[in-house]
Nanobody, 123 residues
Framework: QVQLVELGGGLVQAGGSLRLSCAAHGRSLSPYAVGWFRQAPGKEREFVAAISRTGDNTYYADSVKGRFAISRDNAKNTVYLQMNSLRPEDTAVYSC????????????????WGRGTQVTVSS
């Protein structure tokens, strides 16, 4: 089992930046693709970004493309989500999840989830 812990959320003004981290405990993250998802109050969980096992391939939702960047450091067992030019509509709980071998846009295909971290963007 992979235990995932997200850090880095907080309150930021519109236009600001935050970097989220997703640290794995108990097992190496190397064999797993990792995705970031977010859920705002009253809305369904949505895909944000994903990264392949090696980091060679990344995928983004259209709403964050060009503003967010996902990366990973397998030596540190950690995946990052750099969020720039934040907007109030980015406000949500952000969660990371791991999926064995390959990435997916679908949350139901991920096996292990962190508890999430709150990101609030003020206007």
């Amino acid at each position: 089992q992979v235990q995932l812990v997200e850090l880095g959320g907080g309150l930021v003004q519109a236009g600001g930046s935050l970097r989220l981290s997703c640290a794995a405990h108990g097992r190496s993250l190397s064999p797993y693709a990792v995705g970031w998802f977010r859920q705002a109050p009253g809305k369904e969980r949505e895909f944000v970004a994903a990264i392949s096992r090696t980091g060679d391939n990344t995928y983004y939702a259209d709403s964050v493309k060009g503003r967010f960047a996902i990366s990973r450091d397998n030596a540190k067992n950690t995946v990052y989500l750099q969020m720039n030019s934040l907007r109030p509509e980015d406000t949500a709980v952000y969660s990371c999840a791991s999926r064995y071998y390959s990435s997916s846009y679908n949350s139901y295909e991920y096996d292990f989830w962190g508890r999430g971290t709150q990101v609030t963007v003020s206007s």
